[in-house]
């Protein structure tokens, strides 16, 4: 388990869940699954994919920044969406987030279902 001063919160809300956005270990930064959301709970962008990769990217540009860290430091990524070809199409927003860095190894996958889908208000 992380020490204290290893746990990073991007937002507030995500100690109501015992969630992290980010903890560092030894010299390494672990970035939680980050979705497309505000600081309400509430989903960004429902049914723009483009938006939402936007949303997503820049919350992780954010944790990478707050640590000394940019997006070429990233050496591999899980990307998780409810829509492949909806995502494909929004892949030029991605490139354009990492178009200074090398690509990163990683793994898409299309799953039917994510956490944050309008019922995180509930889980409060």
Avoid: C
């Avoid at 270990?25 to 709970?41: A, E, N, P």
């Amino acid at each position: 388990m992380p020490r204290p001063d290893q746990v990073f919160h991007l937002r507030e809300m995500e100690k109501d869940f015992h969630y992290a956005q980010a903890n560092k270990g030894y010299k390494t930064l672990y970035i939680s699954g980050t979705g497309s959301w505000d600081d309400k709970y509430n989903a960004v962008a429902p049914g723009d994919m483009k938006a939402q990769v936007k949303n997503v990217y820049s919350d992780l540009k954010k944790t990478l920044e707050a640590h000394g860290l940019t997006f070429e430091h990233v050496l591999k990524e899980g990307i998780w969406v409810t829509d492949m070809n909806a995502f494909i199409e929004a892949l030029p927003v991605r490139k354009e987030f990492l178009k200074d860095a090398a690509p990163p190894a990683g793994m898409w996958g299309e799953i039917s279902r994510l956490a944050i889908d309008g019922t995180m208000k509930k889980w409060k």
